[in-house]
């Protein structure tokens, strides 16, 4: 069979993969050099980070950004400065997209430069939170003195009722290391905290051991996560640290993987080819993506190859026209430069394109589909990818009333279960 792969500069159809994220590189600009270098200042992120507690001590915005190799969101933009001391010092907060189900994986990279003591059950510098109920602090995280010198060892709490389970690795001071902590919802049982803990390196999959795991879990469950802080705790502390990249998501691989896959779909085209298209939000050490497609989702074989740019911290788009029109899965087999692999998730492609019509075409006011199976939603897209109509459907024969559209070309697309169907189509007076 032919393998064609092409440039993308057609027409962009993607397929959400459920992942939802958010991403905190603390890209502020640069510094002032002045106090008013704080994180909550209007000019910096008080768009998005906001004071909940605390009056002096300001979380400080730095310019430079900590690194840390395979990481997606190492040495990006600035950083965030926390201090512990006397006084009621500030705490912050800031929104991100709302989860109160599945596991939550909120990573980050730290760097410590004083550890501050011998640990507390309240010396925690950050937490996840739900707003609307601004004292349920849960996956509270704590740093307290190695067993040498020049080390730390972080703790974790679900909340603040008992006192934190910490690490038996000693940390350096003054060394990024990444941090990622997973918050599962639990409806049938209570739920549970962990933590994983890197220092170089950052596996394809969610280690089947935490370093730390929460022994408190006898503490009230969140109803939902919806915001993450940076505490600075005001006496019984000198801790010193410096927090970046956060990155809050529902996955391992968008919340940890130096390639950050964002959607990957596949349609049969209008010529009775498979077309397959997929995005990345960052990419880190990319080589490039096997293709693989299997008759039976199980044998998988390998039908071409998509070069990666290598680094990239902006979303690239992708695409692999295959010259068949039966039904098949598909899967990507992404791969780095040191031979590191991740398979994405399959996905099912079905030739429904003959027993979908529209009619009349060209058209003047109004569309007729008639398919074999209930169309879900369908969608008119301009030549420049804009959706210019959108209706939710159930049915197997459905009518568009698209008087309202500008004379030219435009692309229906049809969702019907897991496939989607796209028809090209002409308006005409």
């Known amino acids: 069979m032919k393998r064609i792969l092409l440039p993308f500069f057609l027409l962009v159809l993607s397929m959400n993969l459920n992942a939802q994220m958010t991403i905190e590189n603390f890209a502020y600009g640069a510094t002032s050099g002045t106090s008013a270098d704080t994180l909550t200042n209007p000019a910096i992120g008080g768009g998005v980070w906001r004071r909940h507690s605390g009056t002096t001590g300001p979380v400080a915005y730095k310019g430079t950004s900590l690194s840390y190799t395979g990481y997606s969101s190492s040495g990006v933009g600035g950083s965030a400065g926390f201090t512990f ?126 370093q730390v795991i929460a022994t408190d879990v006898s503490a009230t469950d969140l109803a939902r996560i919806n915001a993450v802080a940076i505490r600075q705790h005001p006496t019984g502390s000198t801790m010193i640290g410096t927090i970046d990249g956060i990155r809050v998501s529902n996955s391992w691989a968008n919340s940890a993987l130096p390639v950050n896959l964002t959607s990957f779909e596949g349609q049969i085209t209008e010529h009775q080819t498979t077309l397959l298209t997929w995005t990345t939000a960052s990419e880190i050490n990319n080589k490039g993506f096997e293709i693989e497609s299997s008759q039976d989702g199980i044998n998988f074989e390998t039908i071409g190859f998509a070069e990666g740019v290598g680094n990239s911290k902006t979303i690239q788009k992708y695409q692999f026209e295959y010259n068949s029109n039966t039904n098949a899965y598909y899967r990507l087999n992404q791969i780095d430069y040191d031979g590191e692999s991740t398979y994405s998730q399959v996905i099912t492609v079905k030739n429904q394109e003959n027993e979908t019509k529209l009619s009349p075409n060209p058209f003047n006011d109004f569309i007729e589909i008639t398919t074999n199976s209930p169309i879900q939603r369908a969608e008119i897209i301009d030549i420049t990818g804009k959706i210019v109509m959108s209706e939710n459907l159930e049915s197997n024969t459905v009518k568009l009333n698209a008087k309202e559209l500008l004379n030219g070309i435009y692309f229906v697309k049809l969702y019907q279960g897991d496939a989607v169907i796209t028809k090209r189509i002409i308006k005409t007076n």
Do not use: W
């Open 85 to 210: 001391a006397t006084g009621f010092a500030e705490d912050v907060n800031r929104v991100t997209t709302t989860f109160n189900s599945g596991s939550v994986y909120i990573s980050y990279l730290l760097s410590i430069s004083n550890a501050g003591g011998t640990g507390s059950s309240d010396a925690y510098f950050f937490h996840l939170l739900d707003t609307s109920f601004m004292t349920a602090f849960r996956g509270r995280q704590f740093i307290r003195n190695g067993s040498v010198a020049n080390t730390f060892n972080i703790g974790l709490g679900k909340s603040a009722t008992s006192t934190p389970a910490y690490s038996s690795v000693d940390y350096p001071l003054n060394t990024p290391i990444l941090v990622v902590m997973k918050y599962t919802f639990d409806p049938s049982a209570l739920d549970s905290v962990r933590c994983y803990i890197f220092t170089s390196g950052v596996p394809a999959s969610e280690p089947a051991t935490a």
